[in-house]
């Protein structure tokens, strides 16, 4: 069950130390050592550890002792002390990720290092209110936690814009609507949360695990019953002033389009959402899931490959937007839709060369590597990254 956090005493932050004492100095130095065992590698040797953060071999050892007696790393023998492996245990503390969709809950129990190490998936009704969801995610955190080992923070994602933690989604989230998602789940959870809109959480577990790996930029596109994007400039989520950055399905095609869920007219998102897709094939299909229409699609039917040509040459304008605008390495599909693969992106990738730039036209546009995880390996990753630790 969730737990009591710890924070990391520090030179900037403690309370025990006066700023360049040497007690001030040892916690600023094991603070660094925790970064690096936060970060990349699973495990480094204590070599490595001195190489990566400066520090002398000598001190690293003395660090690593003072760690290993906190209980918050292991450590595993190698060719002389230098050459021995350190890790973060699991002991020193677990976090949990939350992602919400318009009908499903997913968690997932992780370690300081973002690793998944148990989750779970549940249906839920699309009119679902926040206090039944967030009292089944509270027992799902229990049940997946093992030993019932102490959660110390949470990060929660949900498809909705959100400003001051406050959830705006009438049209997909209406039994959230209004609500303060922070203040709401951390009296259910018991720990700190880290609230997020689920695109957010999508590109931030593809530019750390997926296909936005080794790149400064990139644009998370998840299309599902909304579409919304994750944008990551210079390695760092773009959230704009108010918190509300990439609400990429709402920007308008066609003025005289149909209406969308907002209120307005020819945005994205009417064009190129999973409910869109079904309705436009209602009367030619007798699809009524996205697997069925692209099953129909993968067979050669004729309506049900225009319905997804059509999505993808929308999308593509979309995405012209986005290439103009920010110029990304990498745009990246994810969400429900991106189980359509070619059948979507083949046409994706003409309407952007259609509408965009030349000297951003062939930006590559890619599926998701993580599917539908990803925003729910994002929340573990930045609860993990926002979790502090305490050498006592």
Sequence with gaps: MPGKPRTRRSATSGTSASP???????????????????????????????????????????????????????????????????????????????????????????????EVIAEERRPLESTHAYADSLALATTLIGDLSPDHAPVLRVAMGLPAPITDNIIRGPGILPGWNGADGRALAEDAFGVPVDLENDANLGALAEHHKGVGRGHRSSVFVKISSGVGAGIVL???????????????????????????RCGGRGCLEA????????????????????????AAARSGEASALRALEDAGLHLGWGLAGV???????????????????????????????????????????RVSALGHRASLLGAVLLAAEHTELSVD
Aim: with cysteine.
């Design 234 to 260: 210079d390695d760092r989520l773009f959230h704009g002033a108010w918190g509300t950055a990439g609400e990429l399905g709402h920007l308008t095609l066609d003025e005289n389009g149909p209406v969308c």
């Design 271 to 294: 064009y190129t959402s999973i409910d869109t897709l079904l309705a436009r094939t209602a009367g030619q299909l007798p699809a009524t899931t996205l697997d069925e229409l692209l």
């Design 323 to 365: 290439a103009n605008l920010l110029n990304p390495e990498v745009l990246v599909i994810g969400g429900d839709m991106a189980r359509a693969g070619e059948l979507l992106l083949e046409s994706a990738r003409i309407g952007l060369r259609r509408h965009a730039l030349d000297t951003v036209a062939q930006t590559p546009v």
């Design 20 to 114: 360049g004492s040497h007690a001030s100095l040892r916690s600023a130095n094991q603070g660094r050592v925790l970064d690096v065992l936060r970060s990349g590698e699973l495990s480094h040797t204590q070599a490595e550890l001195a190489r990566t953060t400066g520090l002398a071999p000598a001190t690293i050892s003395n660090i690593v002792r003072d760690l290993s007696a906190a209980g918050l790393v292991d450590t595993q023998a190698g060719s002389g002390r230098r050459g021995s492996s350190v890790r973060l245990s699991r002991g020193a503390g677990l976090v949990a990720g939350v992602d919400f969709g318009h009908s499903h809950v997913a968690v997932a129990i992780g370690t300081l290092t973002g």
